[in-house]
C-alpha cells in the first residue's frame, strides 16, 4: 500500500485497505470480523478504534489539513512520521509510556498502535473530579526520562546531532506553535477568540510591553535552544489515565527545544484544571478538595521530575556535556551536584514562563480547553479564566523569582 498515493482511510474502507497487514490480523483477528469506530476528537487527525476476535487497535491517520479548521489550512502528512520517530524514542526512554507501535506506513501517514483500554483523556477525567493514582509521580518521571535521555547528557553526539536534524524537518508543525502559542494570544490574530466578559483583561494583557518582550524571548528559547527532544503537545489531553495508569499520546509536535517546555505545558494545564473547577461545581465549594488534589499532583510532578532527573545524572550522564572527568573523576563530586542544582534551577524559571505562555494562549487563542469551554455559564467561565490569565501573566513576569513548586502552588490558592 506504501507505494500508493495516499487516501484517507473511512470506517468502511479500513478492513479492505488495512486486512492484509499481519499485524492486525495477529493482533485484531481476521479482517472479516473487524469493527471499526472513528473516535477522534483531536484537532488534526483521524483515529480508528478497530475491534475484532482476537483484540483491538488504534490506527491513527493524518489528514492533508487541520481537522479543527477544514482544507483551507493545509498541513503536511508526514506529522505521522514526526510522532512515529517520536513514540518509539518515547518507548525506548521511558519503556511503557506510550502506546506500542505496531505499524508505520509512511506514504499513508498511518500509525498502527496498541488500543489503550479503560483509559480515558486526563482532561475529562479531571473535569470529572477523578482521581488517578500516580499521576504526578509518573509524568514526572516521563519527563525526566525522555528529556534527559533525549539530549546531550546522555545521547552520543553524532547520534543527537543526526537527530536534531531529523526533527528539524517538522517545520509545520513548529509553525503552529510558534504562532498559536508565542505570538497569537498577544494581539488581535485573525483566528483568537475568548470569552466576552475579559475584554479589559485582554486589552490589558495585550498592551503590557513587557509581558510581549518576555513572550518572544521564550519564542526565541522554543526555536533556538535544541537542547532535547521535546514531546512538543504535553497537555492533559494528550495523556491517558485509569485509576492507577498514566500513558502519554499524541507527539506529532515532537521537535528539538528547550528541556523546560514539556514540563511547563504540563503544569499550565494542571494549573487550568485547578482554575476551572469553581465552574465545574454542583454546590459550593464541592470542588475544593480535588483542587487541593491537584495542586498536591503538580507538587509531586515536579518533585519526581527533579529527583528522576537527579538520579539520571548522577547514574547515566555518559553524554559530552558536564562530563565525569571533569567533576567526580576527579573528586570534584560537589560541583557535579552544584551543576545539577543549577541546570534544574534554569529549566525550572524556563518552564514557568512557559507555562504562563500556555495559560495565556488556551484562554485567548484558537485552540481552547475542555476545562473552561465546558463552563456553560459565560460570566463564571471568564472569572476562572481571568485567574488563569493573572497567574499566567505573574509566572511570565517573575519567573526568575519564584523559588520552587511550593510557591506556585500557594500562588494558585491566593488567587481563588
Ligand atoms: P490528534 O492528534 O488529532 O489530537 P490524538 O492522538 O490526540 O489525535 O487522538 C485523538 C483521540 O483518540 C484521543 O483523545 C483519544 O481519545 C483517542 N486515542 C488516540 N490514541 C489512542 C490510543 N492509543 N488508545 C486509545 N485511544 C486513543
Ligand atoms: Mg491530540
Ligand atoms: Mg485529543
Ligand atoms: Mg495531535
Known amino acids: 500500500m506504501s507505494a500508493e498515493t495516499y487516501v484517507a482511510l473511512t470506517p468502511a474502507s479500513l ?5 492484509d497487514l499481519a499485524v492486525l490480523r495477529e493482533r485484531v483477528g481476521p479482517p472479516e470480523g473487524w469493527q471499526v469506530r472513528e473516535v477522534g476528537d483531536g484537532n488534526l487527525n483521524l483515529v480508528f478504534i478497530v475491534t475484532g476476535a482476537a483484540g483491538q487497535a488504534v490506527v491513527k491517520q493524518a489528514l492533508p489539513y487541520v481537522r479543527l479548521v477544514g482544507e483551507s489550512w493545509p498541513l503536511p502528512l508526514k506529522r505521522s512520521f514526526f510522532e512515529y520517530n517520536a513514540l518509539i524514542r518515547q518507548a525506548a526512554r521511558d519503556p511503557g509510556s506510550v502506546p506500542a507501535v505496531w505499524h508505520f506506513d509512511e506514504a499513508q501517514a498511518i500509525v498502527v498502535m496498541e488500543y489503550l483500554t ?16 500516580g499521576l504526578g509521580e509518573r509524568l514526572g518521571e516521563f519527563c525526566a526520562r525522555t528529556l534527559f535521555r533525549g539530549s546531550d547528557l546522555s545521547m552520543p553526539a553524532a547520534a543527537k546531532k543526526a537527530d536534531l536534524a531529523l526533527f528539524a524537518g517538522n517545520v509545520e508543525l513548529c509553525d503552529i506553535t510558534e504562532n498559536l502559542v508565542f505570538s497569537d494570544p498577544y494581539f488581535a490574530a485573525p483566528m483568537n477568540r475568548h470569552t466576552p466578559g475579559l475584554d479589559g483583561i485582554v486589552a490589558r494583557l495585550r498592551g503590557d510591553l513587557s509581558l510581549k518582550v518576555a513572550a518572544q524571548h521564550l519564542k526565541m528559547a522554543f526555536t533556538s535552544r535544541g537542547e532535547t527532544l521535546l514531546h ?6 494528550s495523556i491517558m489515565v485509569t485509576d492507577t495508569e498514566t500513558r502519554v499520546i499524541d507527539p506529532e509536535f515532537a521537535t528539538y527545544g528547550p528541556m523546560g517546555f514539556d514540563v511547563g505545558m504540563l503544569i499550565a494545564n494542571f494549573l487550568m484544571a485547578h482554575f476551572s473547577q469553581p465552574g465545574h461545581e454542583s454546590a459550593p465549594g464541592d470542588r475544593a478538595e480535588h483542587q487541593g488534589w491537584l495542586l498536591s499532583v503538580l507538587e509531586t510532578l515536579w518533585r519526581s521530575f527533579a529527583a528522576e532527573f537527579g538520579h539520571l545524572w548522577r547514574t547515566e550522564r555518559r553524554g559530552i556535556l558536564y562530563q565525569a572527568s571533569l567533576y567526580e573523576d576527579q573528586g570534584h563530586g ?3 551536584e552544584q551543576a545539577l542544582a543549577d541546570l534544574l534551577g534554569r529549566i525550572w524559571t524556563d518552564a514557568l514562563g512557559f507555562c504562563g505562555i500556555e495559560m495565556h494562549r488556551r484562554i485567548l487563542g484558537l485552540a481552547h480547553n475542555a476545562d473552561f469551554e ?3 455559564d459565560e460570566g463564571r467561565r471568564a472569572a476562572c479564566e481571568a485567574r488563569a490569565l493573572a497567574m499566567g501573566r505573574q509566572l511570565m513576569l517573575g519567573a526568575c523569582a519564584i523559588r520552587g513548586i511550593d510557591a ?3 500562588m494558585a490558592r491566593r488567587m481563588d
Open 15 to 19: 478492513s479492505a485497505r488495512l486486512g
Open 118 to 133: 479503560p483509559h480515558v483523556i486526563l482532561r475529562h477525567a479531571l473535569i470529572e473530579g477523578r482521581r488517578v493514582a
Open 232 to 237: 512538543g503537545d504535553l497537555h492533559t489531553g
Open 334 to 336: 560537589l560541583a557535579s
Open 374 to 376: 465546558r463552563i456553560a
Open 408 to 410: 506556585v502552588t500557594a
